[in-house]
């Protein structure tokens, strides 16, 4: 099972949400925070600038601000709404490496 058309949802997702909320856009604005996502048998990248996801791809950076660890069967339920975020971060189920302020950036994809 493969979790990246979900990803790439959710990133879709995303932008129509900052164009659509201007406060979240100035929020973000000057921002620029390297992201890893390591799934297990997944592993992606990206680079959060300017209140757009950049860079999309498969692999990890050497160095990143923030990342997000779990399994391929959580980011599945999280994404269909089968398990909520809270508690998915409550069971372990996934985990953020990062310092709050950029983790509390994050939590604006969900």
């Not at 680079?47 to 391929?72: H, M, N, P, Q, R």
Request: hydrophobic fraction near 35%.
């Amino acid at each position: 099972m493969t979790v990246r058309p979900q990803l790439e949802d959710t990133i879709a997702k995303f932008h129509k949400k900052v164009e659509k909320d201007a406060e979240l856009k100035k929020e973000l604005q000057g921002v620029t925070k390297k992201v890893n996502i390591n799934l297990c048998t997944e592993t992606y990248c990206f680079t959060l600038k300017d209140a757009k996801v950049e860079g999309f791809t498969e692999g990890l950076y050497d160095t990143s601000d923030i990342v997000i660890e779990s399994d391929c069967q959580t980011v599945a339920d999280l994404y269909s709404g089968k398990m909520k975020v809270m508690k998915a971060w409550a069971l372990r189920k996934i985990r953020l490496k990062g310092s709050l302020e950029d983790v509390m950036k994050l939590r604006k994809f969900f």
